[in-house]
């Protein structure tokens, strides 16, 4: 019975694929769209090397560059620590637009704590303070997330959109719309620019948030609990699971790894950056689901989300490097996304044929 399973879900992949592109024998294209269908991370590693291989092409001295691979690296950790929250959500069947208006929210505020602590020459103590704070003051906006979502049935598009708003706009409020610039030295040196065996230590941070969050996820009844509701919310209630608390849980979690992100780009950048978030509700959902996370909840992956985000952010920075103008990288990134939620649907689509 289990061969004749995998016999018939090769079948309906196969044939799910070949509708699309229309003969499957077209060689390269039609290989990599099953691949992106069938096993969505090793897809994604695929076109990731592509797209190194092309820009190096283009421009192989400033690509290639420990500086741009630096940035890379520095740009998919702050972004990826945010991508592994997002993920959470995604698993629930929901989503969260907040992430990048709770991350500058939480940085405003430590960096207010942290300045009124002595500011650029406060030492660790005022650090530590600030981290806290930073985590706590994105949790609650995730706290007010997850009781629109689940105790007001508000849904989750529409919640979290009215959070980003609010909590941007009451990060310009405290700050007055400017900059704050007075980070501790300590954070950035010790921090933001240290290297563990020649890593980027933000790097090694966020390699170790994905990789127990990805065992939670994969290994915990937390984890099992949180994909069981994105499958069939009524069937887990059914179960006994308390689906409104475990939804709280989940958007104070994605808060909270927000925070985690602002610390790290509080280290980054030695000052809070306004301005410099507005799409990373974008560049989440897109990495999240190009790695093989579905939008539609009950699917998820740690591996595939880091993967997937690294796609955007290697894009933006070639697109960069090439001399494309900014505004494309939007649009590419958006483009992106579309794909990424075509391919989502042909692969559960693939499967409800089973």
Known sequence: MTAINKTVN????????????????????WWLLRGLVRRP???????????????????????????NLRGIALS???????????????????????????LVFGTVVSAKVMAGMGGVSAGWGAVLVGTVVCIVASAAWGLVSGLLVAVLRVPPLIATLGTL??????????????????VPLVLSRDIGYENVAGVPLLVVIAVVVAAVCGLVLWQTGF???????GSNPEGAVRAGLSVRRHLITIYVLSGALAG???????????????????????????????????LFGGIATMFGTMVGILVPVTLASGFVIVGVQPFWQTF???????????VDQL???SQNRL
Do not use: W
């Open 223 to 229: 984890g099992v609990h949180t994909k069981a509701i």
């Open 41 to 67: 991370s090793l897809g994604m590693l695929v076109i990731l090397c592509l797209l190194i291989v092309v820009f190096s092409i283009m421009k192989p001295s400033a690509f290639l560059g420990s500086y």
């Open 165 to 182: 708003g609010m909590a941007l706009g009451a990060a310009q409020i405290i700050s007055a719309g400017l900059d704050i610039r007075a």
């Open 10 to 29: 090769k079948a309906s992949v196969g044939s799910a694929i070949t509708r699309v592109t229309g003969n499957a024998g077209k060689g390269g294209a």
């Open 76 to 102: 998919a950790s702050v972004v990826g620590v945010l991508a592994v929250g997002q993920t959470f959500v995604l698993a629930t069947g929901g989503i969260d637009l907040s992430l990048g208006s709770v």
């Open 260 to 294: 985690i992100a602002g610390v790290m780009s509080l280290a980054e950048f030695s000052t809070t950056t306004i301005g410099g978030h507005t799409s990373d509700n974008l560049t989440t959902i897109a990495g999240a689901v190009l790695g093989g996370t579905s």
């Open 332 to 342: 590419a990134v958006g483009a992106v996304l579309v794909g990424a939620v075509y």
């Open 347 to 349: 692969r559960r689509g």
